[in-house]
């Protein structure tokens, strides 16, 4: 996002605006949740609203494209972060023109995921206490960046230096040849990228309508998820929005590709896309690296448990539905 749209106050704009989408979206999706407390979340209310039809096409393309997808690319991430650790995970296996590169992360990323979906098939419990130790994991490295990020970066003129131009949008590519293009955003061009770049947010937010997959197991569904709903899409979009100021008051906005240190590379060109990273490592040093990259690996393999765990719930309702079309053809 700081590359696409080089602008404090666009960003923080950014994650508020993802934060109102999401709390509403949440609130529709609780309506609707108490309306039809049955297990399988936008299945049900896409088959009430469009037919059978249309909502068995949608399980298939849940199972296929968007929770793998989303399942994968937590993968990658964790694969990233544990590279901090074995560097020998860069090392490139071989590569697809200049743009694709395949190495041991994805292999370990892939490893991960089936790991996680052989010990969910063991059992509610399991993948209930793994939810809870890492889930404690995530907040405590989230906590930690906001907490101990406002106490030292205030502490400095960073966080000001951020915000002096904090509406002078550019946008920063890196050319073939290693050298740095910055294009100065205007008009429409600042709205254009805002729209493109929301994505990342946006991603960041999601899944929180995954417990409407579950909403048949839930006691007093038409007052507990419509809560649950709200305060969990609040809470969390408070934490994230704290923690990029937390981010904008350790770390300069702008910076240059290279290794000239945390500082140098600023947001724009934390190493390997790793800015928790980098901004735990100008309060802890260089052990902070390593602290915020454990508890970030932490944090995503928690995370994928709960979505491959919730994938293999959302299958249901659309295979019974398959199953209930076989035996009455029968």
């Known amino acids: 996002m700081a590359r696409d749209i080089g602008s404090a106050g666009w960003i923080i704009v950014l994650w508020l605006i993802t934060g109102f989408l999401t709390m509403t979206a949440a609130l529709s999706y609780g309506e609707l949740a108490g309306m039809m407390p049955k297990a399988g979340g936008q299945f049900v209310y896409i088959q009430r609203a469009y037919g059978r039809l249309l909502s068995f096409l949608y399980g298939w393309t849940v199972f296929t494209v968007i929770q793998t997808g989303v399942i994968a690319a937590v993968a990658v991430a964790f694969a990233k972060y544990t590279a901090v650790f074995f560097d020998d995970l860069n090392i490139e296996i071989f590569k697809v023109g200049d743009s694709w590169v395949f190495s041991y992360k994805q ?192 944090s995503t393999f928690g995370c994928n448990s709960g979505l491959i765990y919730q994938a293999e719930d959302r299958s249901m309702p659309w295979q019974k539905m398959g199953n209930s079309s076989k035996a009455q053809a029968n």
């Not at 609040?234 to 300069?252: H, K």
């Open 107 to 298: 292999i370990l990323a892939m490893a991960i995921i089936i790991m996680l979906t052989y010990i969910n098939t063991k059992g509610v419990k399991t993948g209930k206490t793994i939810q809870l130790i890492f889930t404690s994991a995530k907040l405590i490295a989230l906590f930690s960046i906001i907490i101990f990020g406002l106490y030292v970066g205030l502490k400095s003129d960073v966080l000001s230096q951020n915000f002096s131009n904090m509406w002078e949008a550019s946008k920063t590519v890196v050319n073939p040849d290693g050298t740095v293009t910055v294009t100065k955003l205007v008009g429409i061009a600042v709205l254009g990228a805002a729209g493109a770049t929301i994505i990342n947010s946006l991603f960041s937010s999601d899944a929180w309508n995954n417990v409407t997959f579950i909403a048949g197991e839930i006691r007093e569904p038409k007052k507990n998820i419509p809560r649950s709903l709200f305060l969990g899409t609040m809470i969390v979009t408070i934490i994230y929005i704290l923690a990029n100021i937390a981010y904008l008051a350790l770390l300069p906005m702008k910076g240059a590709p290279g290794d000239g240190g945390v500082m140098a590379n600023g947001i724009m060109f934390a190493a390997e896309d790793r800015v928790g990273a980098a901004a735990a490592s100008v309060f802890m040093g260089n052990i902070g690296v390593f602290v915020m990259a454990g508890l970030i690996m932490v």
